[in-house]
């Protein structure tokens, strides 16, 4: 994969590099899937038709009737973005489950999606899936199997799926659903549902954070209010910021993460009309003022969790960004 198509891939969000990197494994390249789905590239917001589009052209390009199963079990959380992030560092998984739900545009939904409960049984209907006609088994196929693996990594255990209804026939490869999803399948439904078990929503998450949920959940409801207050390049960066709050990162390792050379994100950065630095930095004290203003931990722990590991340097970083110390910014947040 060379920097450039990172570049058109790893910020979008929506868990389609996923795809494209299943794609990729049988031969297409990224810009076979571009042309034919008549977008540029996958990098930024996508509008419903975009997203619809690129999985048209995944459909028709593929070679192996399980493509959008197997793109499906390629996700992890950072294919989300920030928004993986959100839910992965919720405090509960109904947190997470519920932050999901009113956001369901950054996880790449193409249908509208309902949530109710019956008993001890939590029920997602999508509607109307019969508009997308004849994508709509490849499109089911694979936002089911990547939700299926991105909410199994969240939990770090296996999704309690309960049982998947689907409103078409039965596939030839229809006997890989159940292996795929973990759990009954009935095809030929009069509607599109999927129940697990509600329980699940009273467990924690193992990776829960509070404050990084917040922050990265600030982020989402910012790139859905207005997309054009950052790029998808520096909302990337974030991400990985935010996941590495604890240690000094770096912007080779950054650079790595979005699959950029060193030079070349600075080059893009500097386009963008920042740089790494000042991006570091905005996170950093993003989350300083977060740990200040709603927990009691002394300075010297919120500095080694926003990755400095002398007190002394946080204490002269925050005066910069802030024009005061942690002390003064955590009184007069008390005052407020």
Request: proline share 5%.
């Amino acid at each position: 994969m060379t920097p450039n198509q990172s570049l058109e891939r790893q910020p979008s969000g929506y868990g389609l590099g996923a795809l494209l990197d299943e794609l990729v494994a049988q031969g297409m390249r990224d810009q076979d899937v571009f042309r034919r789905a008549g977008v540029r590239s996958i990098a930024g917001q996508l509008s419903h038709h975009q997203r619809l589009a690129i999985l048209k052209a995944a459909k028709d390009l593929s070679t192996d009737p399980l493509t959008a199963i197997k793109a499906g079990q390629r996700q992890r959380v950072h294919h989300f973005g920030v928004y993986g992030f959100a839910l992965a560092t919720s405090p509960t998984f109904g947190d997470a489950f519920a932050f999901g739900r009113q956001n369901l545009e950054l996880a790449g939904a193409v249908l509208r999606i309902s949530y109710r409960q019956e008993g001890h049984s939590g029920i997602m209907q999508s509607h109307n899936p019969r508009a997308l006609g004849n994508v709509l088994p490849f499109a089911a196929e694979f936002w089911r199997s990547s939700m299926v693996t991105l909410l199994s990594e969240i939990l770090q255990e296996p999704f309690p799926s309960l049982l998947m209804r689907f409103p078409y026939p039965r596939p030839r490869h229809g006997a890989s659903y159940a292996e795929a999803f973990g759990c009954p399948i009935e095809f030929g439904s009069e509607s599109m549902e999927w129940h697990f078990n509600a329980n699940v929503l009273a467990e924690p998450c193992p990776s829960a954070n509070s404050l990084t949920a917040n922050i990265c959940q600030d982020f989402c409801e910012a790139m859905i209010d207005s997309g054009s207050a950052t790029t998808p390049l520096q909302r990337e960066l974030r991400s990985f910021m935010l996941a590495n709050s604890g240690r000094r990162t770096t912007s080779g390792e950054a650079a790595q993460a979005v699959g950029l050379s060193k030079r070349t994100l600075f080059r893009r950065l500097q386009e963008q009309g920042t740089n790494f630095q000042s991006l570091l930095d905005e996170t950093r004290a993003s989350l300083a003022c977060e740990y200040l203003e709603n927990t009691h931990l002394p300075v010297s722990a919120i500095a080694e969790r926003c990755g400095f590991g002398d007190e002394a340097n946080f204490r002269k970083a925050f005066q910069g960004w802030r024009s005061k110390t942690p002390s003064q910014w955590r009184k007069s947040a008390l005052n407020v």
